[in-house]
């Protein structure tokens, strides 16, 4: 049973470039949401999708946006990068009908911005 | 916004003994209560949760207490050893919605010495 899987692992971009990353829940879930966390702090809530809608949003300006497909991968984009965007991006999935049902976390993209 | 607050930032052990981490929130309505470890490199993985009609939860070397009254909650690894070593982070779940964001405190770096 595959996990929550994240792709790329690794990105070098430069400053005011765009981005997109990539996730595909783990099987049975349908729910994505995605965190940022920098170097020595916690994950940082940005934006939750389900059904292929953004459901909550975190204190995240509009540069950051996302998408869900039908099959519920999803995508998150960055534009404008700034120096500060340079961190771990964490994909968590989750499925939706089950109470306060477990995160399941992907192994991140480390981006950085130069 | 819930405010997750976490101490210590870095805890040092002895192999065999127990380490105790302590977490704050500020929002009564938070009732999910996770406790993440991540190790250098890695996801974070979830190793123990405590929900706010239970006041402990047990699994083999580790615990869980939570006081609602207080708005904290700890966890607790006794015997622990070197592979305990990682970060740990907790985190509160506002509100009953299954799709609740979660909030992340900064986290504690735990080493156990040999």
């Known amino acids: 049973d595959a996990g929550v899987t994240q792709s790329p692992t690794h990105l070098i971009k430069t400053r005011g470039q765009q981005v997109t990353l990539r996730c595909s829940p783990k099987?049975?879930?349908?729910?994505v949401s995605w965190y940022q966390q920098a170097l020595g702090q916690g994950p940082q809530f940005i934006f939750q999708y389900y059904e292929e809608e953004e459901r909550q949003r975190g204190n995240f300006p509009d540069r950051f946006s996302g998408h869900q497909f039908p099959n519920y991968s999803s995508e998150l984009n960055v534009n404008a990068l700034l120096l500060g965007d340079s961190a771990l991006y964490l994909c968590?999935?989750?499925?939706?009908?089950?109470?306060?049902?477990?995160?399941?976390f992907g192994n991140g993209t480390r981006l950085t911005v130069t | 916004g819930e405010n997750v607050e976490q101490h210590p930032s870095t805890l040092s052990v002895q192999e065999g003994d127990s380490a105790v981490i302590k977490c704050t929130y500020s929002d009564s309505a938070s009732n999910y209560f996770p406790w993440y470890k991540q190790e250098l490199g890695k996801r974070p993985q979830l190793i123990i949760d405590?929900?706010?009609?239970?006041g402990e939860k047990k699994d083999q070397r580790i615990a869980v207490t939570l006081n609602k009254t207080a708005k904290h909650f700890s966890l607790h690894i006794t015997e622990t050893q070197p592979e305990d070593s990682a970060v740990y982070f907790c985190a509160a779940s506002v509100g009953g919605s299954t799709l609740g964001r979660l909030y992340f405190g900064r986290g504690t770096q735990l080493t156990v010495w040999p």
């Open positions: 968590a999935s989750r499925p939706a009908g089950v109470g306060h049902s477990p995160l399941h």
């Open positions: 099987s049975g879930h349908d729910t």
């Open positions: 405590i929900r706010s009609n239970v």
